[in-house]
T-cell receptor, first 109, second 113 residues
Framework: GQQVMQIPQYQHVQEGEDFTTYCNSSTTLSNIQWYKQRPGGHPVFLIQLVKSGEVKKQKRLTFQFGEAKKNSSLHITATQTTDVGTYFCAYNAGNMLTFGGGTRLMVKP | NAGVTQTPKFQVLKTGQSMTLQCAQDMNHEYMSWYRQDPGMGLRLIHYSVGAGITDQGEVPNGYNVSRSTTEDFPLRLLSAAPSQTSVYFC????????????FGEGSRLTVL
C-alpha cells in the first residue's frame, strides 16, 4: 500500500545551521501536511500543501511539494533552540491521515 | 476554548484490565480520531469517525473499541489490556476531513504491567 518514508530519522545541528527533512512516497499524494511535536508535547499542525510544485514559507520554515506530488520537504533556515522537536509529514489515504516516521531535530546551542 | 481534552493524562493498568480513555472536543468538529505513539515511532491510527454514529478502523485497531454517540465525544476502550498496548495515546479532531488540519489533545500515557 501507499507509504511515505521520512528521512533522516535524526538530525543534530549546531544552532544557526540549516536543517531539512524529506518525505518520499512511492505513489502520488493528494496532499501533504506537516506537524511539529515538541519533546513531551502533542503534534501541532504547521501547513498543508496541495498543488504540484507548491512552495510555502512561514518565517524561517520553507515547505515544498514536488512536481510529481510524490515528495515533500521542510527546510529550516538558521535553526534556533526553539526548533527542537520531531517533524512529521502526513498524507490522506481515504478518510485516514497517515503519518511518516518523523525526523527528530536536536539543536546544540 | 478548551479544544481537544483527553482524560486521564496518566494511567497504569494490569494485564487483562479494561479501561476507557476519554476524548472530548468543543469545536463542533465532525472528524475525530485516535492515534498511538510508541518510542521512536510515528503516529499510528487506531480508529476514526467521520461523524456521530459512524466509526471505522485505522491501521492498528485490534484490542480497541470506539463509539461516537455525540459529535463532541469519542472514547477509546481497551477491552483486555496487554503490555503491547503501553503507549501514548492521542485523540485528534478536525472540522471535516477535507479541511485537513488536525487538532490534537495533550495525550494519555498508558502503562500496562
Amino acid at each position: 500500500g501507499q507509504q511515505v518514508m521520512q528521512i533522516p530519522q535524526y538530525q543534530h545541528v549546531q544552532e544557526g545551521e540549516d536543517f531539512t527533512t524529506y518525505c518520499n512516497s512511492s505513489t502520488t499524494l493528494s496532499n501533504i501536511q506537516w506537524y511539529k511535536q515538541r519533546p513531551g508535547g502533542h503534534p501541532v499542525f504547521l501547513i498543508q500543501l496541495v498543488k504540484s510544485g507548491e512552495v510555502k514559507k512561514q518565517k524561517r520554515l520553507t515547505f515544498q511539494f514536488g512536481e510529481a506530488k510524490k515528495n515533500s520537504s521542510l527546510h529550516i533556515t538558521a535553526t534556533q533552540t526553539t526548533d527542537v522537536g520531531t517533524y512529521f509529514c502526513a498524507y490522506n489515504a481515504g478518510n485516514m491521515l497517515t503519518f511518516g516516521g518523523g525526523t527528530r531535530l536536536m539543536v546544540k546551542p | 476554548n478548551a479544544g481537544v481534552t483527553q482524560t486521564p493524562k496518566f494511567q497504569v493498568l494490569k494485564t487483562g484490565q479494561s479501561m476507557t480513555l476519554q476524548c472530548a472536543q468543543d469545536m463542533n468538529h465532525e472528524y475525530m480520531s485516535w492515534y498511538r505513539q510508541d518510542p521512536g515511532m510515528g503516529l499510528r491510527l487506531i480508529h476514526y469517525s467521520v461523524g456521530a454514529g459512524i466509526t471505522d478502523q485505522g491501521e492498528v485497531p485490534n484490542g480497541y473499541n470506539v463509539s461516537r454517540s455525540t459529535t463532541e465525544d469519542f472514547p477509546l476502550r481497551l477491552l483486555s489490556a496487554a503490555p503491547s498496548q503501553t503507549s501514548v495515546y492521542f485523540c485528534a479532531s478536525s472540522r471535516d476531513f477535507a479541511t485537513g488540519e488536525l487538532f490534537f489533545g495533550e495525550g494519555s500515557r498508558l502503562t500496562v504491567l
